[in-house]
């Protein structure tokens, strides 16, 4: 009988798989579940994880275009994905027996996914597996047959990986409990004259940044904020542009969102969530090409987060959030995702709840 609780698996390419992975993390705890927590960039061998996790970076800063190029490549069912699933399957052996003494293994990133359901489907693993779908689009490397259930933030999420040939349930989108810090906490001096905009291009601060900043100046209504992240060169170019504010690395982006009047984001990840949670309206503008557009696509769709395809629509959709006529909050209506699991009986009733 497998005793070791759950397991959670990120991967660090990119702050929206941790912050998933720990929203679940202390979902599961608050509930009395044991958890422990993995990162797949850490867990395959010979640091190839690391490697990935460094050329997809460099890939996005610097060749943004071919990162969708590649997306497309792979979401066509041919011998390119199938090698790529056979390669994770290999290398992620050791994950596999590392989780081996689970009750449950959640997953928040692709590559975990698809070497759980590499060793789900070969019968290497006999632990359940859960993906926790953090785009709102989905790719066909999010989705693995073997893999007993994908977790969807909406329906049209849940309609694509079914599409895909996964089992599917929708909830409730998880994003961690923060507090929401005093304007003065996070910028100096804070724009009395104009609501800040806070301009979100990942941790690794990537995407039409700059020119973002720029456009958003330009409408007079907002005075541009952006989190440039580990991206030193883009504060650097952004930090004596009058009118302008950039922020270095920051941990508390969540509460950064949350005090900020409007978001402005180019991925469609867990700021968007946040964002939502927050009841921050929130606007996608010049999308990172590959999940940046399929996921502002979907959003939009969805009627979540509009998406000011054109410069010339951004005036109009700033102002549309500022008036909070723009959507803000979380999809209504879903189960929370403990709910789920347990109805799926991936998890036993809440441990603290039996006890009482």
């Not at 395959?44 to 943004?64: C, D, E, K, T, V």
């Not at 759980?116 to 006999?126: F, M, N, Y």
């Not at 941990?251 to 927050?278: R, Y």
């Not at 006529?325 to 699991?341: I, K, N, Q, Y």
Request: glycine content about 10%.
């Amino acid at each position: 009988m497998n005793t070791g609780g759950v397991f959670v698996v990120s991967g660090s390419y990119g702050a929206g798989h941790d912050a998933a992975a720990d929203a679940l993390t202390q979902r599961l705890r608050s509930a009395g579940h044991r958890v422990r927590r993995l990162d797949v960039a850490e867990e395959l061998p010979w640091r190839i994880g690391a490697l990935l996790r460094w050329l997809y970076f460099i890939q996005l800063r610097l060749l943004p275009g071919s990162w969708g190029s590649t997306l497309r490549f792979l979401q066509r069912d041919g011998w390119p994905l199938r090698l790529v699933r056979c390669l994770l399957g290999l290398l992620g052996r050791g994950l596999a027996a590392q989780v081996a003494d689970a009750t449950l293994v959640v997953s928040t990133h692709p590559f975990a996914s698809q070497a759980l359901g590499e060793a789900r489907a070969r019968g290497a693993l006999d632990v359940p597996v859960v993906t926790y779908l953090t785009d709102a689009s989905v790719h066909r490397l999010w989705v693995h047959g073997a893999v007993d259930l994908h977790l969807a933030i909406h329906e049209l999420t849940a309609g694509q990986a079914r599409a895909l040939g996964g089992r599917t349930a929708v909830v409730r989108p998880v994003v961690a409990a923060v507090g929401v810090p005093s304007p003065l906490d996070w910028l100096a001096p804070w724009p009395v004259d104009r609501p800040a905009a806070l301009v979100v291009g990942g941790s690794c601060g990537v995407g039409d940044l700059h020119q973002t900043a720029e456009d958003l100046l330009a409408t007079g209504l907002v005075t541009p904020v952006v989190a440039c992240g580990s991206n030193d060169r883009l504060r650097a170019q952004l930090r004596d542009v009058p009118g302008i504010v950039a922020l270095g690395w920051r941990d508390d982006m969540a509460a950064l969102v949350a005090a900020a009047s409007c978001v402005v984001q180019n991925a469609g990840g867990m700021t968007s969530l946040e964002a939502l949670a927050a009841g921050t309206p929130t606007i996608t503008y010049r999308p990172i090409p590959g999940h940046g557009t399929t996921n502002a696509e979907v959003l939009h769709r969805a009627g979540l987060v509009p998406w000011a395809s054109d410069p010339a629509d951004l005036p109009g959709v700033v102002a549309r959030a500022l008036l909070r006529s723009a959507p803000s909050g979380l999809p209504a209506g879903a189960p929370d995702v403990l709910e789920t699991l347990e109805r799926h009986a991936l998890v036993a009733p809440t441990p603290a709840l039996v006890a009482a």
